[in-house]
């Protein structure tokens, strides 16, 4: 069965600070997709990343990076020097080939950025 | 532009009072699916439709009813709304089921029964 685990409930930074926002899966299929979702106070879902099982290189966008590693079933996020706009719930999740009709979602991390 | 919209965004009623909840997109997308989120608990497919005249139960399906009539509209219904559908709604679409399309989230709507 797929599963998505996000082990950090809440995290509280001060800005300037590198925060690490840990998800591990799990999954049967070899062929799967990734993602990473914020949703700020405002309550929206903000799309940030999709990455598919195949492609292992860790990515880099602006202050944000992602390491996927399939060896421990991990896809964890980086921000670093984090800014206080960072403020939000984080979500990762996983949609897998076979099944393909439903994002499964991990409950979410809420990241607190102070200044 | 293309977007998912929701209608309305907030609703307070009360238990028992019908109600639906609209979703449109204007993408052209075959695929739609609507998830509810609750703290604690992420979020969880209630229902998804992979076309016209084509939909299915997700995970927590029990309450709740939808209709795809036109490839652009999948409203769900509350037939009979109870406290514990106290929710996050978001509507979701994307150009056919599977891992290879980008699902486009709707603002989503914050329902509360009294």
């Known amino acids: 069965a797929q599963k998505v685990t996000q082990a950090q409930t809440e995290i509280s930074v001060v800005e300037k600070e590198d925060v690490t926002l840990d998800c591990v899966y799990e999954t049967r299929d070899t062929t799967y997709y990734l993602f990473w979702y914020k949703q700020p106070p405002s309550g929206e879902l903000v799309f940030l990343i999709r990455r598919n099982s195949f492609d292992e290189q860790n990515e880099i966008s602006g202050r944000y990076s992602w390491n996927f590693q399939k060896s421990t079933s991990s896809f964890n996020f980086t921000i670093t020097a984090s800014q206080v706009v960072d403020s939000a719930v984080y979500f990762c999740?996983?949609?897998?080939?076979?099944?393909?009709?439903?994002?499964?979602f991990g409950k979410g991390t809420t990241l607190s950025v102070s200044s | 532009e293309a977007q998912v919209t929701q209608n309305p965004r907030y609703l307070i009623t009360v238990t028992g009072k019908k109600l639906t909840v609209t979703c449109s997109q204007n993408m052209n997308h075959e695929y739609m699916s609507w998830y509810r989120q609750d703290p604690g608990l992420g979020l969880r497919q209630i229902y998804y439709s992979m076309n016209v005249e084509v939909t299915d139960k997700g995970d927590v399906p029990e309450g709740y009813k939808v209709s795809r009539k036109e490839k652009r509209n999948f409203p769900l219904i509350l037939e009979s709304p109870s406290p514990n559908q106290t929710s996050l709604y978001f509507c979701?679409?994307?150009?056919?089921?599977?891992?290879?399309?980008?699902?486009?989230f709707g603002p989503g709507t914050r329902l509360t029964v009294l």
């Open positions: 979701a679409s994307s150009l056919s089921r599977g891992l290879y399309n980008e699902q486009f």
């Open positions: 999740a996983l949609i897998e080939n076979q099944a393909g009709t439903a994002l499964i």
